[in-house]
């Protein structure tokens, strides 16, 4: 396995990074928001949604 931040191969004590620098380097970019996990907007859904019908006369 090697070290998603620099590619060397991982020490044990920083699984899954080669060392403290490089885990320090993830937590930033956790911390900073620089990774973020794709989602849909209330927009996007409500683009994507299909109109309801009209309601029935009683």
Do not use: N
Not at 6 to 35: H, I, M, N, Q
Not at 39 to 56: I, L, N
């Amino acid at each position: 396995m090697s070290c998603p931040i620099c590619g060397k191969p991982t020490a044990a004590d920083y699984r899954p990074f080669c060392s403290r620098r490089c885990a320090d380097v993830d937590l930033g970019r956790w911390l900073t928001e620089s990774y973020r996990i794709p989602a849909e907007t209330e927009e996007e859904a409500d683009e994507q949604e299909p109109d309801a019908p009209p309601p029935k006369p009683h």
